[in-house]
């Protein structure tokens, strides 16, 4: 393109011969950018385990509470449900949410593939995924994050010490929240320190 612009003049052949190196340019360019494109999935929920109408949801947790057998995160969850909830729909402005639909699932696939559990049963053990969530934007500067990653039920267990040996260092809490499914980036692999008191690290390097 910059020697054929040097011409003083352009004859009809030149002009013709440099729209076919532009197109075969252009095509080029296309395909090695859809070769580097990461494939993006549509979420995907999978087993369906609880689903119920909102006017009567304390009803319906009320009887599923009196099951013996729901582990300890499940009997939170539903015991504080209705709670996040109207938080949840507070912060989203959502009003008139009469007769809407509830649905819980054990299995989601997110954009990038990965699946996130969240069930008492896989494969007989409990599996419940860690996830890396991107914060709002808003709240970058309120809170410690991992460069605008935060990670579930966990916050960072001191501000002086963020990080050890590059990987974020960890609390368990008892704060909880419900967030878009569109924040979950990642699962993660949170492991704890065995001499430490609820001092936990992600695990950035061997999954």
């Not at 320190?193 to 999954?207: G, M, T």
């Amino acid at each position: 393109m910059y020697l054929i612009s040097r011409y003083e003049e352009f004859s009809e052949k030149d002009l013709e011969n440099f729209e076919v190196q532009r197109q075969d340019i252009v095509t080029n360019l296309s395909a090695k950018s859809n070769q580097n494109a990461k494939i993006i999935y549509p979420f995907k929920f999978n087993n369906l385990i609880w689903k119920f109408n909102l006017n009567n949801a304390q009803e319906f947790i009320n009887e599923k509470l009196k099951n013996n057998n729901l582990n300890s995160k499940l009997h939170f969850g539903l015991n504080n449900l209705l709670e996040y909830l109207d938080i949840y729909f507070g912060l989203m402005k959502q009003n008139n949410l009469n007769n809407s639909i509830v649905k819980i699932y054990s299995l989601v696939t997110i954009q990038n593939g990965l699946k996130i559990h969240a069930t008492n049963s896989y494969y007989r053990k409990a599996c419940y995924s860690n996830v890396a969530v991107a914060m709002n934007f808003e709240e970058l500067s309120e809170y410690l994050s991992d460069y605008g990653i935060c990670y579930g039920q966990y916050d960072f267990k001191s501000k002086k010490t963020s990080f050890y040996y590059g990987c974020p260092r960890l609390q368990l809490t008892e704060i909880y929240n419900i967030i878009d499914i569109e924040a979950i980036k990642d699962n993660v692999h949170i492991i704890p320190r065995f001499d430490k008191d609820n001092d936990y690290l992600v695990n950035k390097y061997i999954f």
